[in-house]
Protein backbone atom coordinates (compact mmCIF):
# COMPACT_ATOMS: atom_id res chain seq x y z
CA UNK A 1 0.00 0.00 0.00
CA UNK A 2 2.94 2.03 0.65
CA UNK A 3 4.64 1.37 -2.23
CA UNK A 4 1.78 2.56 -3.92
CA UNK A 5 1.40 5.85 -2.62
CA UNK A 6 4.71 6.56 -3.10
CA UNK A 7 4.34 7.99 -6.34
CA UNK A 8 2.08 9.72 -5.88
CA UNK A 9 3.28 11.69 -3.29
CA UNK A 10 6.19 12.50 -4.98
CA UNK A 11 4.40 13.43 -7.81
CA UNK A 12 2.58 16.26 -5.41
CA UNK A 13 6.08 17.50 -3.94
CA UNK A 14 7.15 17.72 -7.77
CA UNK A 15 3.89 20.20 -8.79
CA UNK A 16 4.73 21.68 -5.97
CA UNK A 17 8.04 22.46 -6.32
CA UNK A 18 7.04 23.17 -10.21
CA UNK A 19 4.82 25.76 -9.03
CA UNK A 20 6.82 27.69 -6.59
CA UNK A 21 9.28 28.23 -9.05
CA UNK A 22 9.16 31.95 -10.88
CA UNK A 23 8.22 32.24 -14.42
CA UNK A 24 11.21 33.42 -16.41
CA UNK A 25 10.68 36.10 -17.90
CA UNK A 26 9.88 37.24 -21.50
CA UNK A 27 12.51 37.85 -24.18
CA UNK A 28 12.83 41.71 -24.74
CA UNK A 29 11.22 42.80 -28.36
CA UNK A 30 13.57 44.08 -31.18
CA UNK A 31 12.33 47.13 -30.53
CA UNK A 32 13.13 47.12 -26.68
CA UNK A 33 16.81 45.61 -27.49
CA UNK A 34 17.34 48.29 -30.68
CA UNK A 35 16.75 50.74 -28.13
CA UNK A 36 18.61 49.83 -25.53
CA UNK A 37 21.46 49.47 -27.65
CA UNK A 38 20.84 52.96 -28.69
CA UNK A 39 21.01 54.44 -25.06
CA UNK A 40 24.32 52.05 -24.65
CA UNK A 41 25.83 53.94 -28.37
CA UNK A 42 25.01 57.13 -26.99
CA UNK A 43 26.43 57.14 -23.57
CA UNK A 44 29.57 56.09 -25.41
CA UNK A 45 29.30 59.34 -27.71
CA UNK A 46 28.76 57.32 -30.78
CA UNK A 47 25.70 59.37 -31.92
CA UNK A 48 25.54 58.36 -35.47
CA UNK A 49 25.32 54.52 -34.43
CA UNK A 50 22.90 55.68 -31.31
CA UNK A 51 20.81 57.56 -34.12
CA UNK A 52 20.87 54.15 -36.28
CA UNK A 53 19.07 52.22 -33.47
CA UNK A 54 17.07 54.51 -31.75
CA UNK A 55 15.59 55.22 -35.31
CA UNK A 56 14.99 50.97 -35.88
CA UNK A 57 13.13 51.24 -32.86
CA UNK A 58 11.14 53.54 -33.44
CA UNK A 59 9.95 51.88 -36.54
CA UNK A 60 8.93 48.86 -34.94
CA UNK A 61 7.14 51.01 -31.96
CA UNK A 62 6.23 54.17 -31.80
CA UNK A 63 7.24 55.05 -28.00
CA UNK A 64 7.05 58.65 -27.21
CA UNK A 65 10.49 58.03 -24.80
CA UNK A 66 12.43 56.46 -28.04
CA UNK A 67 11.35 59.74 -30.09
CA UNK A 68 12.68 62.06 -27.12
CA UNK A 69 15.83 60.02 -27.55
CA UNK A 70 16.34 60.07 -31.28
CA UNK A 71 15.43 63.91 -31.55
CA UNK A 72 18.44 64.15 -28.37
CA UNK A 73 20.74 62.01 -30.93
CA UNK A 74 20.29 64.07 -33.68
CA UNK A 75 20.60 67.47 -31.72
CA UNK A 76 24.03 66.11 -30.76
CA UNK A 77 25.21 65.41 -34.30
CA UNK A 78 23.96 68.78 -35.09
CA UNK A 79 20.98 67.92 -37.46
CA UNK A 80 18.68 70.83 -35.79
CA UNK A 81 16.19 70.88 -38.12
CA UNK A 82 15.41 67.01 -37.31
CA UNK A 83 15.42 67.60 -33.33
CA UNK A 84 13.41 70.60 -33.45
CA UNK A 85 10.71 67.87 -35.37
CA UNK A 86 11.47 65.38 -33.21
CA UNK A 87 10.97 67.11 -29.91
CA UNK A 88 8.17 69.01 -31.27
CA UNK A 89 6.16 65.79 -32.51
CA UNK A 90 6.89 63.96 -29.05
CA UNK A 91 5.60 67.45 -26.86
CA UNK A 92 2.47 67.39 -28.96
CA UNK A 93 2.03 63.67 -28.46
CA UNK A 94 2.70 63.79 -24.26
CA UNK A 95 0.14 66.28 -24.58
CA UNK A 96 -2.86 64.48 -25.58
CA UNK A 97 -1.21 61.94 -23.13
CA UNK A 98 -1.98 64.33 -20.36
CA UNK A 99 1.58 64.46 -19.40
CA UNK A 100 1.60 68.09 -19.43
CA UNK A 101 5.46 68.56 -17.41
CA UNK A 102 6.92 65.81 -19.95
CA UNK A 103 5.34 67.71 -22.81
CA UNK A 104 6.49 70.85 -21.43
CA UNK A 105 10.20 69.00 -21.72
CA UNK A 106 10.07 68.19 -25.33
CA UNK A 107 8.92 71.73 -26.09
CA UNK A 108 11.91 73.71 -23.97
CA UNK A 109 14.45 71.44 -26.01
CA UNK A 110 12.95 71.87 -28.91
CA UNK A 111 12.96 75.66 -28.35
CA UNK A 112 16.90 74.87 -27.31
CA UNK A 113 17.40 73.16 -30.78
CA UNK A 114 15.75 75.74 -33.22
CA UNK A 115 17.89 78.53 -31.45
CA UNK A 116 21.19 76.96 -33.22
CA UNK A 117 19.80 76.38 -36.54
CA UNK A 118 21.94 79.06 -39.21
CA UNK A 119 19.64 81.71 -41.14
CA UNK A 120 21.00 82.06 -44.61
CA UNK A 121 19.46 84.74 -46.33
CA UNK A 122 19.64 85.76 -50.26
CA UNK A 123 19.64 89.23 -51.84
CA UNK A 124 17.48 89.08 -54.87
CA UNK A 125 18.58 91.96 -57.20
CA UNK A 126 14.97 93.53 -58.73
CA UNK A 127 14.21 93.60 -61.53
CA UNK A 128 14.58 89.50 -61.88
CA UNK A 129 13.39 87.42 -64.80
CA UNK A 130 10.25 85.72 -64.70
CA UNK A 131 9.97 82.39 -63.33
CA UNK A 132 13.12 82.95 -60.58
CA UNK A 133 13.82 79.65 -58.42
CA UNK A 134 15.95 79.90 -55.88
CA UNK A 135 16.41 76.56 -53.29
CA UNK A 136 18.46 76.93 -49.85
CA UNK A 137 19.28 73.70 -49.21
CA UNK A 138 17.46 71.95 -51.44
CA UNK A 139 14.45 73.52 -50.03
CA UNK A 140 12.43 75.89 -52.82
CA UNK A 141 11.75 79.41 -50.96
CA UNK A 142 10.43 82.28 -52.37
CA UNK A 143 11.83 84.36 -54.58
CA UNK A 144 11.48 87.57 -52.63
CA UNK A 145 13.68 90.39 -52.51
CA UNK A 146 14.98 88.64 -48.99
CA UNK A 147 15.02 85.18 -49.52
CA UNK A 148 15.63 83.01 -46.55
CA UNK A 149 15.30 79.57 -44.81
CA UNK A 150 16.72 77.80 -41.44
CA UNK A 151 19.34 75.37 -42.12
CA UNK A 152 21.85 73.23 -40.13
CA UNK A 153 25.62 73.92 -39.62
CA UNK A 154 27.68 73.07 -42.48
CA UNK A 155 27.84 73.12 -46.11
CA UNK A 156 24.71 74.61 -47.81
CA UNK A 157 24.08 74.77 -51.28
CA UNK A 158 22.12 77.94 -52.64
CA UNK A 159 20.85 77.58 -56.21
CA UNK A 160 19.32 80.19 -58.41
CA UNK A 161 17.68 79.02 -61.65
CA UNK A 162 15.57 81.17 -64.14
CA UNK A 163 14.36 80.27 -67.70
CA UNK A 164 16.73 81.42 -70.28
CA UNK A 165 19.22 82.04 -67.74
CA UNK A 166 22.29 80.28 -66.72
CA UNK A 167 21.83 78.60 -63.39
CA UNK A 168 23.86 80.29 -60.29
CA UNK A 169 25.31 78.08 -57.64
CA UNK A 170 27.19 79.10 -54.69
CA UNK A 171 28.02 77.07 -51.35
CA UNK A 172 28.19 78.57 -47.79
CA UNK A 173 29.58 77.35 -44.40
CA UNK A 174 27.19 78.80 -41.59
CA UNK A 175 28.00 78.32 -38.21
CA UNK A 176 25.32 77.17 -35.43
CA UNK A 177 22.98 80.29 -34.79
CA UNK A 178 24.62 82.64 -37.44
CA UNK A 179 23.28 84.44 -40.32
CA UNK A 180 24.33 84.46 -43.35
CA UNK A 181 24.14 86.96 -46.35
CA UNK A 182 24.44 85.67 -49.92
CA UNK A 183 23.72 88.73 -52.88
CA UNK A 184 22.81 87.01 -56.32
CA UNK A 185 24.88 88.85 -58.90
CA UNK A 186 22.06 90.77 -61.30
CA UNK A 187 20.74 88.66 -63.84
CA UNK A 188 21.27 89.33 -67.78
CA UNK A 189 19.61 87.69 -70.92
CA UNK A 190 22.86 85.36 -72.78
CA UNK A 191 24.75 87.77 -74.75
CA UNK A 192 22.71 90.92 -73.74
CA UNK A 193 22.99 93.67 -71.16
CA UNK A 194 21.26 95.35 -68.46
CA UNK A 195 20.72 99.07 -69.63
CA UNK A 196 20.72 102.16 -67.65
CA UNK A 197 17.26 102.22 -66.66
CA UNK A 198 17.75 98.44 -65.03
CA UNK A 199 15.49 96.75 -67.02
CA UNK A 200 16.29 93.35 -68.71
CA UNK A 201 14.65 92.55 -71.90
CA UNK A 202 15.53 89.85 -74.63
CA UNK A 203 18.88 91.19 -76.64
CA UNK A 204 19.91 90.00 -80.35
CA UNK A 205 22.05 87.60 -80.53
CA UNK A 206 25.75 88.16 -81.72
CA UNK A 207 26.32 86.37 -84.72
CA UNK A 208 28.21 87.03 -87.61
CA UNK A 209 28.16 85.24 -91.27
CA UNK A 210 30.02 81.81 -92.32
CA UNK A 211 33.80 82.94 -92.37
CA UNK A 212 34.60 80.59 -95.10
CA UNK A 213 31.63 81.55 -97.43
CA UNK A 214 32.23 84.91 -96.95
CA UNK A 215 35.85 84.40 -97.96
CA UNK A 216 34.59 82.25 -100.79
CA UNK A 217 32.18 85.47 -101.55
CA UNK A 218 35.42 87.77 -101.27
CA UNK A 219 37.02 85.79 -103.93
CA UNK A 220 34.59 85.86 -106.54
CA UNK A 221 34.00 89.46 -105.76
CA UNK A 222 38.08 89.98 -106.45
CA UNK A 223 37.47 87.95 -109.41
CA UNK A 224 34.38 89.82 -110.86
CA UNK A 225 36.19 93.42 -110.30
CA UNK A 226 39.78 92.26 -112.30
CA UNK A 227 36.97 91.56 -115.10
CA UNK A 228 35.63 94.74 -115.11
CA UNK A 229 38.70 96.32 -114.93
CA UNK A 230 39.74 94.16 -117.81
CA UNK A 231 36.83 95.15 -119.42
CA UNK A 232 37.65 98.65 -119.47
CA UNK A 233 41.02 98.29 -120.42
CA UNK A 234 39.89 96.22 -123.90
CA UNK A 235 37.10 98.38 -124.21
CA UNK A 236 39.22 101.56 -124.39
CA UNK A 237 42.11 99.64 -127.00
CA UNK A 238 39.48 98.63 -129.38
CA UNK A 239 38.28 102.40 -128.81
CA UNK A 240 42.02 103.32 -129.63
CA UNK A 241 42.03 100.91 -132.40
CA UNK A 242 39.37 102.38 -134.34
CA UNK A 243 40.46 106.01 -134.01
CA UNK A 244 43.33 104.82 -135.73
CA UNK A 245 41.13 103.02 -138.28
CA UNK A 246 39.79 106.50 -138.79
CA UNK A 247 43.23 108.54 -139.44
CA UNK A 248 44.70 105.78 -141.29
CA UNK A 249 45.49 106.89 -144.48
CA UNK A 250 43.89 103.51 -146.01
CA UNK A 251 40.17 104.33 -144.55
CA UNK A 252 38.07 106.98 -145.51
CA UNK A 253 34.32 107.88 -144.61
CA UNK A 254 32.05 107.90 -146.81
CA UNK A 255 28.40 108.36 -146.61
CA UNK A 256 28.00 104.71 -145.93
CA UNK A 257 29.99 104.39 -143.31
CA UNK A 258 34.04 103.96 -143.01
CA UNK A 259 35.96 102.12 -146.10
CA UNK A 260 39.24 100.87 -145.56
CA UNK A 261 41.94 99.02 -147.61
CA UNK A 262 43.21 95.76 -146.97
CA UNK A 263 45.79 97.42 -143.84
CA UNK A 264 42.92 99.70 -142.65
CA UNK A 265 40.78 96.90 -142.25
CA UNK A 266 42.91 94.41 -140.20
CA UNK A 267 43.10 97.71 -137.85
CA UNK A 268 39.00 97.89 -137.94
CA UNK A 269 38.88 94.06 -137.11
CA UNK A 270 41.02 94.19 -134.07
CA UNK A 271 39.07 96.78 -132.57
CA UNK A 272 36.57 94.64 -132.92
CA UNK A 273 37.93 91.90 -131.55
CA UNK A 274 38.85 94.44 -128.46
CA UNK A 275 35.63 94.99 -128.35
CA UNK A 276 34.52 91.65 -128.17
CA UNK A 277 36.39 90.59 -125.40
CA UNK A 278 36.14 93.92 -123.42
CA UNK A 279 32.25 93.39 -123.46
CA UNK A 280 32.49 89.30 -122.54
CA UNK A 281 34.66 90.63 -119.39
CA UNK A 282 31.99 92.87 -118.42
CA UNK A 283 29.13 90.51 -118.31
CA UNK A 284 31.51 87.80 -116.82
CA UNK A 285 32.28 90.67 -114.16
CA UNK A 286 28.13 90.59 -114.04
CA UNK A 287 27.75 87.17 -113.47
CA UNK A 288 30.61 86.69 -111.13
CA UNK A 289 29.88 89.55 -109.29
CA UNK A 290 25.92 88.10 -108.81
CA UNK A 291 27.41 84.51 -107.85
CA UNK A 292 29.74 86.83 -104.92
CA UNK A 293 26.78 88.34 -103.56
CA UNK A 294 24.69 85.32 -103.74
CA UNK A 295 27.20 83.35 -101.71
CA UNK A 296 27.76 86.59 -98.83
CA UNK A 297 24.15 86.81 -98.56
CA UNK A 298 23.01 83.19 -98.25
CA UNK A 299 25.80 82.48 -95.81
CA UNK A 300 24.96 80.82 -92.61
CA UNK A 301 25.20 82.72 -89.57
CA UNK A 302 27.31 81.26 -86.94
CA UNK A 303 27.97 82.22 -83.54
CA UNK A 304 29.93 84.92 -82.39
CA UNK A 305 31.78 84.97 -78.41
CA UNK A 306 31.55 88.00 -76.81
CA UNK A 307 31.93 89.15 -73.22
CA UNK A 308 28.94 89.32 -71.52
CA UNK A 309 28.14 90.00 -67.20
CA UNK A 310 25.57 87.17 -66.22
CA UNK A 311 24.98 85.13 -62.85
CA UNK A 312 28.91 83.77 -62.44
CA UNK A 313 30.22 87.41 -63.11
CA UNK A 314 32.56 88.54 -66.08
CA UNK A 315 32.60 85.95 -68.95
CA UNK A 316 31.70 85.15 -72.62
CA UNK A 317 28.87 84.27 -74.30
CA UNK A 318 28.34 81.33 -76.79
CA UNK A 319 24.86 81.97 -78.53
CA UNK A 320 24.75 79.05 -82.09
CA UNK A 321 22.43 79.87 -84.84
CA UNK A 322 21.84 77.70 -88.18
Known amino acids: MIGKLLP ?6 LLAHAAAQPAPDPAPSDAAR ?3 EGRSLAEQGKYADACERFQQSFDLDHATG ?3 NLGDCHEHLEHFKLAVQLFTTAGDELERAGKAPRAK ?9 AAKLATVIVKVPTPHPAGLEITIGGKVVAATPD ?8 SVEIVARAPGHEPYTTTTQPQAATTVVIELPRFTEPGGVIGPSGVIGPSAAATERRRSRVHLAWGFAGVAGASAIASLGFGIAGHDRWNAAENSTDCHRTAS ?5 PAGLDIVNDSHQLADVGTGLAVGAGVIGAVAAALYFTAPRDAVITPMVGLHGAGVALDLHF
Do not use: H, Q, W
Open 257 to 261: GLECG
Open 66 to 68: TEL
Open 8 to 13: VGITCV
Open 34 to 36: LFD
Open 105 to 113: IARDRAAAA
Open 147 to 154: ARDRVDPG
